[in-house]
């Protein structure tokens, strides 16, 4: 389809909606007239989201998920079909970090990441494909990273994940493409969230170093979650195969073209000049 996407009168289901990017979309979807089922662990959370998308004729619910809970996603379509009888959109956002070089990070670290980051996006687009597929216009939306384009030292274990939502996504697109089903893969870059303040750091660190750390990954944290949102949003209504949202993004994605075995020495001596 080449039309832009209509959200007005849909449906979107969206994972990690109790804050940052996945709160951001929700109320962009609203504007535009979207029901919305919003998913997240932070109960507390979801109900402020809910409460900020409020809107007469909006269909809007609030459900405590773990993406990392497969039977709980098996059952989830099922749960929200009274309220919500079809799904058009499914944003995969739900994500979590884990900070240190591979050899800091322990297995269990590891593998929780990748049971949320990655095979929560596998689980919850393989229960709801079969909903997405019966609408005559759907979009699944999978956020990725910028590093899942560029992959950093320290971040051994949110790349891979993040890498793995790209070429799990850019896979589905080509299988999809004679579907009703478009597939769009998001890259932010810094966005204003609280996941450093949420990430797992390794054991053994003094607290002044854990917060040394965060600071450090705090400080390219600067996109406004709101402006995210709405560039995720627009991308979903132009069809759009891949985002790249913020400045930062785009240039990493640059350099990543340019170089793609040596960026971070490119990196480093533009930094330096």
């Known amino acids: 389809m080449s039309d832009p996407m209509r959200l007005s009168g849909r449906t979107a289901v969206i994972t990690g909606a109790a804050s940052g990017i996945g709160r951001a979309v929700a109320r962009s979807l609203a504007k535009r007239g979207c029901h919305l089922a919003l998913a997240d662990v932070n109960e507390a959370g979801l109900a402020e989201t809910a409460r900020l998308v409020a809107s007469a004729g909006l269909r809007v619910t609030e459900h405590r998920l773990d993406v990392a809970d497969a039977d709980t996603i098996a059952g989830f379509p099922a749960r929200i079909a009274d309220v919500h009888p079809g ?69 051994a274990a949110y790349a891979a994940s993040k890498f793995a939502v790209r070429g799990f996504s850019e896979s589905l697109r080509q299988e999809l493409a004679d579907s009703t089903v478009g597939v769009t893969v998001v890259h932010p870059g810094g966005v204003a969230t609280s996941i450093s303040d949420s990430a797992r750091v390794p054991d053994g660190l003094t607290d002044e170093q854990i917060a040394r750390r965060r600071a450090a990954f705090k400080k390219h944290l600067k996109l406004p979650a709101e402006v995210a949102g709405e560039t995720i949003v627009r991308a979903i209504e132009r069809r759009k195969p891949r985002v790249l949202v913020g400045n930062d993004a785009l240039a990493l994605a640059a350099v990543e073209r340019v170089a793609p075995v040596g960026y971070w020495k490119v990196l480093g001596l533009a930094l330096r000049g």
């Open 87 to 155: 799904v058009d959109v499914l944003v995969n956002n739900a994500g979590v970090a884990v900070g240190g070089n591979f050899e800091q990070v322990s297995a269990a670290d590891f593998e929780w990441l990748f049971d949320i980051n990655f095979w929560g996006v596998v689980r919850m687009t393989r229960a709801f494909l079969p909903v997405l597929r019966a609408s005559n216009d759907a979009r699944l939306v999978n956020v990725s990273s910028v590093f899942g384009i560029v992959a950093p030292p320290g971040q």
